[in-house]
């Protein structure tokens, strides 16, 4: 149990290493925050795969804090904070809770990604709606704002999953 416990503690670390690393490799920035990114997804899923959702929830949390210290910052406000880094990452360990398949990989990232896309359109209405161009809903604004992003972001790092999802089928075994 206690060799496990280490093992976990130490994958969830280089996955949120590896991750950040990753989230310094931009293939574009928007205006207001948000980026297109290297892949930098596939680490948290990978460990949430392996280690399950909760497990995965924790390492997301862990990732958008450090995340939110290290990187770019559109904003400080605290719903900002919360919305788009700490939940909107955290989110990301649910494909965790799909199970062990191809189809249950794309799933549950297709899952985990629309979610953390709510979690930043609701930070787009609620603290950036002065953005929104004038008589346009804040709400609509952010859902085009953020998906412009988030889509090929989220493209990529499911390409890149499925691309060496045979690797992590022989190599990456739940429950370890």
């Given at each position: 149990?206690?060799?496990?416990?280490?093992?976990?503690?130490?994958?969830?670390g280089?996955?949120?290493?590896?991750?950040?690393?990753?989230?310094?490799?931009?293939?574009?920035?928007m205006?207001?925050?948000?980026?297109?990114?290297?892949?930098?997804?596939?680490?948290?899923?990978?460990?949430?795969?392996r280690?399950?959702?909760?497990?995965?929830?924790?390492?997301?949390?862990?990732y958008?804090?450090?995340?939110?210290?290290?990187?770019?910052?559109?904003?400080?406000?605290?719903?900002?904070?919360?919305?788009?880094?700490?939940?909107?990452?955290?989110?990301?360990?649910?494909?965790?809770?799909?199970?062990?398949?191809?189809?249950?990989?794309?799933?549950?990232?297709?899952?985990?990604?629309?979610?953390?896309?709510?979690?930043?359109?609701?930070?787009?209405?609620?603290?950036?709606?002065?953005?929104?161009?004038?008589?346009?809903?804040?709400?609509?604004?952010?859902?085009?704002?953020?998906?412009?992003?988030?889509?090929?972001?989220?493209?990529?790092?499911?390409?890149?999953?499925?691309?060496?999802y045979?690797?992590?089928?022989?190599?990456?075994?739940?429950?370890?």
């Amino acid at each position: 149990m206690g060799q496990s416990k280490t093992r976990m503690l130490a994958e969830a670390g280089v996955a949120i290493a590896i991750a950040q690393v990753l989230s310094f490799i931009t293939i574009f920035h928007m205006p207001q925050g948000g980026s297109i990114k290297a892949a930098s997804l596939v680490p948290l899923m990978l460990f949430a795969y392996r280690w399950g959702g909760t497990r995965g929830i924790l390492a997301g949390v862990v990732y958008g804090i450090l995340h939110f210290l290290l990187g770019f910052k559109s904003s400080i406000h605290y719903l900002s904070i919360i919305l788009d880094y700490i939940l909107a990452y955290g989110v990301i360990g649910i494909c965790g809770y799909f199970k062990d398949s191809l189809s249950g990989l794309i799933g549950g990232s297709i899952v985990a990604i629309g979610l953390r896309w709510c979690a930043s359109v609701t930070s787009g209405a609620l603290v950036f709606a002065s953005y929104a161009p004038q008589g346009q809903n804040p709400w609509i604004y952010s859902m085009i704002y953020n998906a412009s992003y988030m889509i090929p972001d989220g493209i990529i790092n499911i390409v890149v999953l499925v691309l060496i999802y045979q690797a992590v089928k022989r190599g990456l075994k739940r429950g370890v």
